[in-house]
């Protein structure tokens, strides 16, 4: 835990304050599923993916690095293959009622991900539910398949950086800020915030936050203590 964090959804009265900005990971932590597996089924290639996805996720990894080595071994994967792929990304419980209780507060809602903007967006449609603002990379596609390459924000840009230009686009100071994630990649955009929350943190990723949660149902308590919902 960060000094003066609180493992659980217990936090004292007097670190309450106003959130106008709360910033979701994906992969991990909206969701338990993980796009580039699911791609590299496709692929034939998931355990391989899966092996170096975890190794970047627990921070023995460069993160740009791993995600090129990954999207390089979905070369050919069709365009209807990727796109029955991103058909199996699943929301938690919990998610879809916790993202409109936030929307209904008046709080604006990211999602920053190292995932692909398909697999997302897919996903809000099909659970009926809505952020308001969505930092994702994307997966290429040139004569019907995937080229192997990935591109977008959030390959060599980190985090924090995103979270910071979003911020200062909606005039939101930092210090109304939670974010939420669970890998090493999401600890840039935890120290970043004002409140860190941890969903089901890999190793080393707890000491950036000031909660950690293992459902939805606590997120949304940990929010509430904070005054946020």
Same mark, same amino acid.
């Given at each position: 835990?960060?000094? @003066?964090? @609180?493992?659980?959804?217990?936090?004292?009265?007097?670190?309450?304050?106003? %959130?106008?900005?709360?910033?979701?990971?994906?992969?991990?932590?909206?969701?338990?599923?993980?796009?580039?597996?699911?791609?590299?089924?496709?692929?034939?290639?998931?355990?391989?993916?899966?092996?170096?996805?975890?190794?970047?996720?627990?921070?023995?990894?460069?993160?740009?690095?791993?995600?090129?080595?990954?999207? +390089?071994?979905?070369?050919?994967?069709?365009?209807?293959?990727?796109?029955?792929?991103?058909?199996?990304?699943?929301?938690?419980?919990?998610? +879809?009622?916790?993202?409109?209780?936030? =929307?209904?507060?008046?709080?604006?809602?990211?999602?920053?991900?190292?995932?692909?903007?398909?697999?997302?967006?897919?996903?809000?449609?099909?659970?009926?539910?809505? %952020? =308001?603002?969505? %930092? +994702? @990379?994307?997966?290429?596609?040139?004569?019907?398949?995937?080229?192997?390459?990935?591109?977008?924000?959030?390959?060599?840009?980190?985090?924090?950086?995103?979270?910071?230009?979003?911020?200062?686009?909606?005039?939101?100071?930092?210090?109304?800020?939670?974010?939420?994630?669970?890998?090493? @990649?999401?600890?840039?955009?935890?120290?970043?915030?004002?409140?860190?929350?941890?969903?089901?943190?890999?190793?080393?990723?707890?000491?950036?936050?000031?909660?950690?949660?293992?459902?939805?149902?606590?997120?949304?308590?940990?929010?509430?203590?904070?005054?946020?919902?």
């Amino acid at each position: 835990m960060r000094p @003066n964090g @609180n493992r659980g959804v217990e936090v004292a009265t007097d670190e309450r304050r106003d %959130v106008t900005l709360v910033a979701f990971d994906f992969d991990g932590t909206l969701s338990d599923d993980e796009m580039i597996v699911l791609l590299g089924e496709k692929a034939g290639a998931a355990e391989e993916i899966a092996d170096v996805t975890q190794r970047a996720m627990d921070g023995e990894l460069s993160y740009a690095e791993s995600l090129r080595e990954r999207a +390089a071994l979905l070369d050919g994967v069709t365009e209807a293959e990727a796109a029955d792929a991103y058909e199996g990304v699943r929301l938690r419980d919990g998610t +879809a009622g916790l993202i409109e209780s936030l =929307d209904a507060a008046g709080v604006e809602t990211a999602i920053l991900t190292g995932g692909f903007e398909a697999g997302v967006e897919g996903a809000l449609d099909r659970y009926g539910v809505s %952020v =308001d603002h969505v %930092v +994702a @990379n994307r997966l290429p596609l040139a004569d019907g398949a995937l080229t192997g390459e990935v591109e977008g924000p959030l390959i060599e840009g980190t985090k924090d950086d995103a979270l910071e230009d979003l911020a200062a686009d909606l005039d939101i100071p930092m210090g109304e800020t939670v974010a939420v994630g669970d890998g090493a @990649n999401d600890v840039p955009m935890l120290d970043a915030a004002a409140v860190a929350i941890g969903f089901r943190p890999k190793a080393g990723v707890a000491d950036h936050c000031d909660a950690v949660v293992e459902t939805m149902d606590e997120l949304g308590g940990v929010l509430q203590d904070h005054g946020v919902v």
